[in-house]
């Protein structure tokens, strides 16, 4: 399995370069790889920032390339919940952020509208401490 960067990820779905977008889909078509929480937190700011992608679109894209064959996220589950919590309102890196702190017994926080979402949204999360 191959790990993939970011630039690779956001060939593959703003295919805005040609040339680099074929290379990386014949990787993705023929090659199983790997996609790092990292990866997808970045893939999503610059698909964001840079491509204009609203909060549900950035989770669809993501969702999408995630369902190709041969494509494993890191910590798919806790990702999975992630993208499902942007597309109900939550900021996506705090989405990130709660899915992947799941296994824990609490989320300490001093952002209070966080802490007030946070208990709104079924990640798997035990409670959320205001501080």
Known sequence: ??????????????????EQTDRAKALVRHTPVWVSTTVVLEAAWVLSSRYGFSPTMVADALT????????TFEKAEAIHRAFDA??????????????????????????????GRAAA?????GDVILL
Request: aromatic share 6%; proline share 3%.
């Open 1 to 18: 399995m191959i790990a993939i960067d970011t630039n690779v990820v956001v060939r593959i779905l703003v295919a805005d370069s040609p």
């Open 64 to 71: 999408s390339l995630g369902g190709l064959p041969g494509v």
């Open 86 to 115: 942007v597309r109900a309102g939550l900021d996506f890196a705090d989405a990130i952020h709660l899915a992947l702190a799941s296994d824990q017994t609490a989320f300490a926080t001093f952002d209070k509208e966080l802490a």
């Open 121 to 125: 949204w079924e990640l798997g999360l």
